[in-house]
């Protein structure tokens, strides 16, 4: 085991059991909500996965340490500390050396995951090429992660400010299975359907969970996306949301926003003029996700 990991006490006895573990990243508590709602939504999740039979891994890094499994005092701190570095693969080895706080990302925590072990990742949604990147190249370190790391991530679809075809072009083109769980059209985030459709439907989690054993024996080095529609009661509707990711583009644009720090003011700035919808249906599609990827997790680890 590489010695860069560190173990919570409940990872590490179900490593110890042979116990299924799933992976959350710690961006999403330290960058994506605001407390205290970050921290009520990753103590849910933990209680989510833990109660459909499986171990949740919170990802992070601190000390010079990839922290597997977070303990609650640590959970807190990146939910509360103003000074958590956002780590992708670019910064991972740059916060690990200065021994700084440090909030993975999807990218970082399917490395982290992947180098500990664990199969199943859970997320909120997927990063990928930004609006206008034809142009700007702003492509989310994400979709490179899939194509060379075999974790399974399950989110609901991609962030709904990005450019949803040309992510979906990406990923086909890095040979990246993305597989709509009970649905044929690829998730919106906030809204749980889309115009683009997907080569690939799945139903259970038992399918998925064949599906990763059969990558894992063609020892295939990418991911798979399982693409997990919102809850129907849950969603917003395309004709309110996009209008209002319009606008916050429009501000983002004006205000030279760019880079690391595009995705946390569009998501915070749509929250605004949602008037807190948004974050409510964010926490919404989490916990959803978090049930689907435990069964999946389940079923795989029976297999």
């Known amino acids: 085991m590489n010695h860069l990991l560190s173990f919570s006490s409940e990872v590490q006895e179900a490593f110890d059991q042979k116990r299924p573990v799933v992976a959350l990243e710690s961006t999403i508590i330290s960058h994506g909500m605001p407390y205290p709602q970050n921290l009520e939504m990753a103590k849910e999740v933990e209680q989510i996965i833990r109660d459909g039979g499986a171990t949740p891994a919170t ?56 180098l500990a072990g664990i199969k199943v990742f859970v997320t909120g949604g997927l990063g990928g090429v930004h609006r206008g990147g034809e142009d700007s190249m702003d492509i989310s370190a994400d979709l490179e992660e899939m194509a060379q790391t075999p974790v399974t991530v399950i989110a609901a679809g991609c962030k709904a400010i990005l450019d949803l075809p040309r992510t979906l072009e990406y990923l086909e083109t890095k040979g990246v299975p993305v597989l709509g769980y009970q649905t044929d059209y690829l998730p919106a985030f906030y809204s749980r359907t889309s115009e683009y459709k997907l080569n690939t439907r799945v139903e259970s989690a038992e399918e998925v969970a064949a599906i990763i054993d059969y990558s894992d024996q063609l ?8 693409a997990n529609p919102i809850p129907a009661d849950k969603e917003i509707p ?47 599609l989490v916990y959803n996700n978090a049930r689907v990827g435990t069964e999946i997790a389940v079923k795989y680890n029976e297999r």
């Open 59 to 114: 990802i992070a890094i601190m000390n010079g340490k990839i922290k597997v499994g977070l303990e609650e005092d640590e959970l807190y701190e990146f939910a509360t500390a103003e000074d958590v570095a956002k780590v992708s693969r670019r910064d991972m080895a740059e916060i690990l050396a200065t021994g700084k706080l440090g909030a993975t990302t999807v990218a970082t925590t399917m490395i982290a995951a992947h």
């Open 219 to 226: 020892e295939f080095k990418g991911g798979i996306l399982v």
């Open 238 to 284: 395309h004709e309110k949301i996009d209008a209002i990711i319009q606008q916050a583009l429009k501000e983002e644009k004006e205000q030279g926003i760019k880079g690391k720090d595009s995705t946390p003011f569009l998501l915070g700035r749509i929250v605004e003029l949602t008037e807190g919808d948004s974050l409510r249906a964010n926490i919404d």
